[in-house]
C-alpha cells in the first residue's frame, strides 16, 4: 500500500483527515463527517467532481492506482501489515525507536505539494494512524474570515492572545493566518514551538523560526525559558499544556513580547478560570493581575456545517478594555460574557451573536443554528 498517494487522495478529495485503522477500510473525515474511502470517491462522482489522471484510488488487491471512483466494497479492509508498512515507510528509525517506547508520536509529514499533521499510536498492540492534511499555504486573515479587530490586536507591540476550542475548530490554521499577517507586514523575529509543525512559514518581511517538540526543544516549558536569549518580537506557543508553559508565556507577554498561543478551552470566561486554576491558590490573586494587564484578547471558535457543503467558523471574540481588565482582577469572571454581548462596537462578539449571523447571511441551516444556540443555552 503507497501510502503517499493515499494522502494524496485524501487532499484531493477535500477531507481534514484520513484515519487508517487495522480491520476496516481507510476512513476519510469530509465536512466533520467519517465516510469509508470508497463511499467518499462515490459520493464525490454522484456530485459532479471529475477524476483526472492526477487521482488515485484503491484497487481491489490493496494498491493505491490511477483512475476514477471504484464501486462501493472494492476497498478492502487494512491488515496489520499494511499498517506495519506504513509505518515503516513514513518513520525514520530513530522515530520508530520512540513511538514504540512512547505508543504515540506526533510528526509533520509532506506528499509533494500537499502536508500532514500525523498521529501514530497504538490500538490492540496494532498501529493507527490519523493524519490531518495541512494547506501547502498558510491562510490569510481573510481567508479565515477574521474580523478587522484582529489585524489591530496583532498590530500592537505586547500582549498574550489565545485561540481556544475543541480540538478540530480551526485553531492551527487561525494561528497559521495570524503568524502570516505578521511576516507580511512587520520585519519580526518570530520563534514558533511547536508539536508538530504544521503550516511552513517561508521568511517575507520577518525572521520566522520554527521549532519541533521533541527534535528541537524537549519540552515547551524549556523552549519558552530560552527563547528571551534568541531576540524574539513574537512568540507562537502551539499549545499550552501545564503550569510552567503557561506561566513561561504570561512572562514573555509581561516583558514586551506579542506571545501567541492556543488552549482547549470553550470560551473566554472559561479560559480565563482555567488559566488562574492552574496555579497553587497562594499565586491566583497575582496572576489575576498580571492577566488584566496582558490578556489582549481571547478568540474562542468552532466548525459548523456550511449550507452548501464543507464548514465555516463562528467564533466568540473578547477584547481586553477596562471593565474586562477590572473583572479579571476583581475575580468576576462570570460576567465577563454580560461585557463580550454589549460590547459589540469595541469588536466583541458572543459565540451565540455570530452563530445567528452565520443564519442570517444563509450560511448556516436552521437545524444547525438553533442546534447550536441550544447546546449553548445548556452551558450558560
Do not use: W
Request: negative net charge.
Amino acid at each position: 500500500m503507497d501510502i503517499k498517494k493515499l494522502l494524496k487522495l485524501a487532499a484531493e478529495q477535500k477531507a481534514s483527515d484520513l484515519h487508517l485503522v487495522k480491520d476496516l477500510k481507510p476512513i476519510l473525515r469530509i465536512d466533520g463527517q467519517l465516510v469509508p474511502i470508497d463511499q467518499a470517491l462515490v459520493l464525490s462522482q454522484q456530485a459532479g467532481m471529475e477524476y483526472n489522471s492526477d487521482v488515485y484510488v484503491l484497487s481491489s488487491s490493496g494498491d493505491i492506482v490511477k483512475g476514477g471512483a471504484k464501486k462501493n466494497g472494492d476497498f478492502s479492509p487494512l491488515t496489520a501489515a499494511d499498517l506495519e508498512e506504513v509505518v515503516d515507510t513514513m518513520l525514520r528509525p530513530e522515530q520508530k525507536e520512540r513511538l514504540i517506547k512512547e505508543k504515540d508520536l506526533d510528526f509533520g509529514y509532506s506528499v509533494d505539494d500537499y502536508r500532514y499533521r500525523v498521529n501514530l499510536s497504538y490500538e490492540r498492540d496494532n498501529f493507527k494512524l490519523v493524519a490531518r492534511v495541512i494547506n501547502s499555504q498558510p491562510p490569510t486573515l481573510e481567508e479565515v474570515h477574521m474580523p478587522p479587530v484582529i489585524n489591530k490586536l496583532l498590530d500592537m507591540k505586547q500582549g498574550l492572545i489565545l485561540l481556544t476550542g475543541p480540538t478540530g475548530c480551526g485553531k492551527s490554521t487561525s494561528l497559521a493566518a495570524m503568524i502570516n499577517y505578521l511576516n507580511q507586514k512587520y520585519n519580526y523575529n518570530i520563534v514558533t514551538f511547536e508539536d508538530p509543525i504544521e503550516f511552513l512559514f517561508k521568511s517575507n518581511k520577518s525572521i520566522i523560526t520554527q521549532r519541533q517538540l521533541g527534535f528541537d526543544f524537549p519540552t515547551f516549558a524549556s523552549g519558552l525559558r530560552h527563547v528571551v536569549r534568541q531576540d524574539p518580537n513574537v512568540i507562537m506557543v502551539g499549545e499550552m499544556r501545564d503550569l510552567e508553559t503557561i506561566s513561561s508565556a504570561i512572562t514573555l507577554a509581561e516583558t514586551g513580547h506579542l506571545v501567541l498561543a492556543t488552549l482547549h478551552t470553550f470560551n473566554a470566561s472559561q479560559t480565563v478560570d482555567r488559566i488562574i486554576d492552574i496555579f497553587p491558590p497562594h499565586q491566583q490573586n497575582q496572576v489575576r493581575s498580571q492577566l488584566s494587564m496582558i490578556l489582549a484578547a481571547v478568540i474562542s471558535q468552532r466548525l459548523l456545517p456550511k449550507v452548501g457543503g464543507g464548514r465555516i467558523v463562528a467564533r466568540e471574540i473578547m477584547v481586553r478594555n477596562s471593565a474586562i481588565a477590572n473583572l479579571i482582577r476583581e475575580e468576576k469572571i462570570v460576567q465577563i460574557k454580560n461585557v463580550i454581548e454589549t460590547s459589540y462596537s469595541d469588536g466583541m462578539i458572543s459565540l451565540s451573536r455570530d452563530i445567528k449571523e452565520l443564519y442570517n447571511q444563509g450560511l448556516l441551516s436552521r437545524e444547525v443554528a438553533e442546534g447550536q444556540l441550544n447546546e449553548l443555552s445548556l452551558l450558560v
